[in-house]
């Protein structure tokens, strides 16, 4: 009898005021109104590569012995890793992010995040925490990378990498694996792809604008395909690879190149054959136009093409056309470049 009654008591002051369980019977509950912490005026904070980005967090009062926590939810595992605790006078920094955060301390209510130099896999949701005994109390920010999606796979063939190989191949392509938000919004902007593709969170789609029979069949709906969570070691098949605004310049030489002439011919003007995620990312954010094929890292050749031509190519579309891997030995293409 004395157990049940102090779990009553317990139960009592764990729970909300009465007027808030009751206050809607039914529908969607009132959101909870943050006492200590400014609601942001935009959730979503846009940059690119490169760039510095602030993540808003501001007071609306300095309570006694606060603290303020930083951290980030990893899109591959949703774990969430703590970037940066303070008290308003001293602060810790945690995490690979450490050497590239720092408090913006616009005023002694200001507790805003600020990334420097942002990175490929800075991207994702952050968590502003208000630390104070009783009363915690948090926001939740999105950093959002402006970049493109891109289908990738292997000189051997479609359907050759598991999702350590698939991640391996877009990181040296100047990409990372793409998280699903990156590829629904590519979907959207028109990627229509019929090979599926791992992504970071370690599940297999692909992209389809116009339903056919190879792909699923005509009576499917447009949209983003899905295979689920697959065996990250047995399983195997192409990589949706995601990269963002470029350090640096892409270019052109002309010739008639084998693969190895290709990146001597690179190195010659002081730069490196560019990769393609560098290709990529000069045709979406330096309009680089290009009816020739060059030679890429890996021993693709490709070519970017911003306003679409019959004589490159005659498809409708702007896009990064590919003729695939050819022999290394042909002499038949120029290369493409990157220097930064």
Known sequence: MHRLLLLSCLWLLAAPPASSIFQRPTGTPAPLRLQYLLEPLHPTVHTQRGATATLPCVLRTLPHNYRVKWSKVEPANYRENIIIITNGLYHKNYGPLSPRVRLRHSHRYDASLTITDVALEDEGRYRCQLVNGLEDESISLTLHLEGVVFPYQPSNGRYKFNYHEAKRACEQQDSRLATYQQLYKAWTEGLDWCNAGWILDGTVHYPIINSREPCGGRLLLPGVRTYGARDKQKDRFDAFCFTSALQ?????????????????????????????????????????????????????????????????????????????????????????????
């Not at 030489?253 to 693969?259: A, K, P, V, Y």
């Open 248 to 340: 640096g310049q892409v270019y052109f030489i002309r010739g008639h190149l084998n693969f190895k002439e290709a990146g001597q011919a690179c190195r010659n003007h002081g730069a490196a054959i560019a990769k393609v995620g560098q290709l990529y990312s000069a045709w979406k954010f330096s309009q680089l136009d290009r009816c020739d094929g060059g030679w890429l890292a890996d021993g693709s050749v490709r070519y970017p093409i911003t306003t679409p031509r019959e004589r490159c190519g005659g498809l409708p579309d702007p896009g990064v056309r590919s003729f695939g891997f050819p022999s290394k030995e042909m002499r038949t293409y120029g290369t493409y470049c990157f220097v930064g």
